[in-house]
């Protein structure tokens, strides 16, 4: 990836593309104060070589579904290959290797079916290369999904975001256009679990690579017309299943150092400990998890003193954290979906 030095404009456009992923370049040029084609040109760049990513993410208690956090130890020669085959597995979405190079992290998510346990690890390899395989539901969310990592959204003013979520709606849409009420596919309120027919299918495909995909081209792979596709999106995130998040590299952030970690906070203290940690600019992702630990946490630091600093400092120093253990990413194989070559 090419070294970029992000400036205030290219930190504005990614707090803008948070608040509303498919938000048209034109409004978002409003809002910085910039023309559209310059809006564009900072997208694209970021965007090359997968620096920044907009990917549509579905919800899934919705989908009567659950997600997983797990964990792979193996001899280390083997750790790449088993890496990269989870990874091409469609229920992962993201796959990273550990320091040292015996352990795999990833986060993987299956019907919450009796039969669960085999989905989750029937299907890995069955060889001594693997020593052990962990599983434990996230069973909430702090930081990622829906919750906003802040390192990434502190460029814009409170009216600037207000101004942004105004106007919010599925991209490419006339000026003045209403939003349409829920389809039938996708009931507004309704708990879950979802029943998807073919179009919802194939527009949640499209939107998990790319989820800026023009509404004519969703139309195109779907085989809808575009104000369909327009009805149905707009249904789809207005029932909570379907939403957009921005997958940064952290380097174009200034972030050196990856890292994660699981705590075991006090029962009594993990709410507020989670939430305390989810304000931190350093942790990108938060969930409070089943296990021997219950809380798990994505790190991003801008080097080795700094990821020392905080360890000791912020995380050592909660009130209610028991005991901590941590370790470097050393190589993601998988992020937001995506295969890493």
């Known amino acids: 990836m090419e070294t970029l030095t992000l400036d205030e404009l290219d930190r504005g456009l990614l707090h803008a593309l948070h608040v509303d992923g498919r938000a048209p370049f034109r409004r978002i040029a409003e809002v910085l104060g910039v023309s559209d084609q310059t809006v564009a040109r900072r997208y694209h760049r970021l965007r090359a070589d997968d620096g920044v990513r907009v990917v549509g993410r579905t919800s899934a208690r919705m989908l009567g579904e659950v997600d997983w956090l797990t964990r792979v130890r193996c001899v280390p020669d083997a750790a790449g290959a088993i890496a990269e085959a989870l990874a091409r597995r469609p229920e992962t979405s993201w796959v990273s290797l550990l320091s040292g190079g015996g352990e795999i992290i990833c986060n993987t998510r299956s019907p919450a079916r009796p039969d669960r346990e085999e989905l989750l690890l029937g299907k890995l390899p069955k060889t001594p290369r693997v020593l052990s395989v962990s599983a434990h539901y996230l069973l909430r969310t702090f930081v990622g999904g829906t919750a906003a990592w802040s390192g990434r959204t502190s460029a814009l003013s409170a009216a600037q975001v207000a101004r942004l979520r105004a106007g919010a709606g599925v991209g490419d849409e006339p000026a003045g256009a209403t939003a349409p009420a829920p389809v039938a596919s996708v009931p507004a309120g309704r708990p879950g679990p979802v029943v998807l027919d073919g179009l919802d299918r194939g527009l949640l495909a499209a939107l998990a690579v790319d989820g800026r995909t023009p509404l004519a081209e969703l139309a195109y792979r779907t085989g809808g017309s575009e104000a369909t596709v327009r009805r149905r999106l707009a249904a789809l995130t207005r029932s909570g299943l379907l939403h957009f998040d921005v997958d940064v590299q952290p380097r174009l952030l200034g972030f050196e150092v990856e890292?994660?970690?699981?705590?075991?906070?006090?029962?009594?203290?993990?709410?507020?400990?989670?939430?305390?940690?989810?304000?931190?600019?350093?942790?990108?992702?938060?969930?409070?998890?089943?296990?021997?630990?219950?809380?798990?946490?994505?790190?991003?630091?801008?080097?080795?003193?700094?990821?020392?600093?905080?360890?000791?400092?912020?995380?050592?120093?909660?009130?209610?954290?028991?005991?901590?253990?941590?370790?470097?990413?050393v190589r993601s194989v998988k992020r937001a979906g995506l295969l890493i070559r």
Do not use: K, M
Request: a negative charge; aromatic letters at 8%; proline letters at 6%.
């Open 259 to 329: 890292a994660f970690c699981w705590l075991t906070v006090h029962p009594g203290r993990l709410t507020a400990v989670a939430q305390a940690v989810a304000d931190h600019p350093e942790v990108g992702f938060a969930a409070a998890t089943t296990g021997p630990t219950n809380l798990a946490a994505g790190l991003v630091c801008r080097d080795i003193e700094a990821f020392y600093d905080y360890l000791t400092d912020r995380l050592g120093g909660l009130d209610g954290v028991v005991t901590l253990e941590s370790a470097p990413v």
